[in-house]
């Protein structure tokens, strides 16, 4: 495991797509976010809004690369044909895509943790000159810390379950395209039926809506899922992408 | 371990089509064995299946008495090269064979040693997507020379070879059997590996039709023919039509033919007859007893790709008609 981990770690590092992916993990999540806060003015009297979640409104755009990131870390392989290669090298199909969800992940921790971190202080710059209290986006708030802390851990988890996608798909294009409409078609389909119990149950079943529920620091009691649990449902997506991608990985041919 | 690849039976559908059908062979030591048929024959898929790229529907591959998949760091057991185009073309050519090295706990230093030794010195550090076709066989090859093993096996590695890069590949094919190392080639130009092959296993619709030596290869299609070179053709086919034995020629396309009873003598329109049956002894005193002039009689020598021909024109045939029955027919 420890060569298929340094292998990956070697791929991905000197693949020249990986910085510029990288940055823009950090780069559309902050913009992203710092618009989002810039675009809400607050009335004094009652602000109703979450600032911790329009602080990090960036991570729903920010997804995107890192989506593009996991699927050409399996897809790419695919498209040059490198896979025979890689699979000739490390004939352990399961090491192979776990070693490569390790490194994907871990690139995907660091990126995030910068781009939530980003969004943060353009919260803390922007907010409070739109009608906010003075000092949002306290992280020695509890569920605020809660809020950003899963949402780094919402970007590694859209990370393996792109790469499980890509894994199954093969096709790059194919593959982003499948995971991208995942998140966000099924993300508005819950406002597209009129009758609640469904709204409810897709609300649940969708990825991003339930996924990003760790990130509400208000009215958390008429989310139709807890925050923890909302990320336990992005989970089991991303482990049954993981499961899918890897059992076909191990059964087809290269 | 055993430097050998022993490939038993095996049998491979895709969809309707039969890949392999019965695939039997083994690659021994020290010698450079040729894989050769036509586009098609199962040559890539055979390779693919030892590799564990592919599964064989049934049969078994071994390599130094072990499966592929069970190979612990498998470069440093076979090294191959099936597409030189399977890589990440924004990747630099040494960058390509570093992370092949991470994967096998192979240092650095080997890296540099197998691209020298391929002569891509110069080109180690700019992006493989470049490369011409050569460029990228010798990157392949430094990649399966990487983990020094005993056991290659390489897919048409002179494709796209300069003349130069030719001479260099047959030269390192040779070099690496003389080191004592199982060397399988494919090609589906039997004249690639002349001069190269010590033993050829040639395939047609997924299986074997000969294994067997060059060597021997060759003189089993040179037959006992004799090559006549004389200007007083008639008289030549005359004098030998009358030794009562069959006399056939074949010299490129025969313009003319004569039958006198069970004698047949072929030409090309030229001065060149083709003689089967006699020894050239026998030939020489036919021609003087009738003082027949010539001015040339040898023994004719088949070149691999002539020997090549005749094993696999039926295999081709039949391949072109395409059909259930013609399958059938042909077994």
Redesign the interface.
Known sequence: MR??L??????LR????TGPLLLAIVAVTVAVSAAACATVTCAPARCDHDAVRLGLAGVQAGQAAVAILAVLAIC??YG??????T??????RGAVLTAKAAVVTGLTLVAGTAAVLGSVLAGRLVLPGRGFTAAPLSLADGPTLRAVAGSVLYLALIALLSLGVGTAVRDSAAAAGVVLGLLYLSSILPYMVGDPDWQRLLWRLSPMNAGLAVQATTHLSSLPLSPWAGLGVLSAWAGAALLCGGLLLRRR?? | MRATIEVNGLRKRFGSTVALDGMSFTVRPGQVTGFVGPNGAGKSTTMRVVLGLDAADEGTALVGGRPYRSLRDPLSHVGALLDAAALQPSRTARNHLLWLAHSQGIGTRRVDEVIEQVGLGPAARRRAGGFSLGMRQRLGIAAALLGDPPVLMLDEPVNGLDPEGVVWMRGLLRSLAAEGRAVLVSSHLMSELEGTAAHVVVVGRGRVVADTSVAGLIEAASGRRVRVRTAARERAIAALARADVAVAADVGVASDVTVAGDVTVAGDGNDMLVVSGLPTERVVALLNANAVPFSEVAAHRATLEEAYMNLTGEVVEFRAAGTAAGREAAR
Do not use: C, F, Y
């Not at chain 1, 340094?6 to 791929?11: L, S, V």
């Not at chain 1, 699979?87 to 352990?92: G, H, K, Q, V, Y």
């Open positions: 060569r298929e340094h292998a990956e770690w070697t791929k000197t693949e020249p797509g790419g392989e040059t044909g490198m896979i025979r290669t699979l000739t090298a490390m004939p352990r041919d290269a």
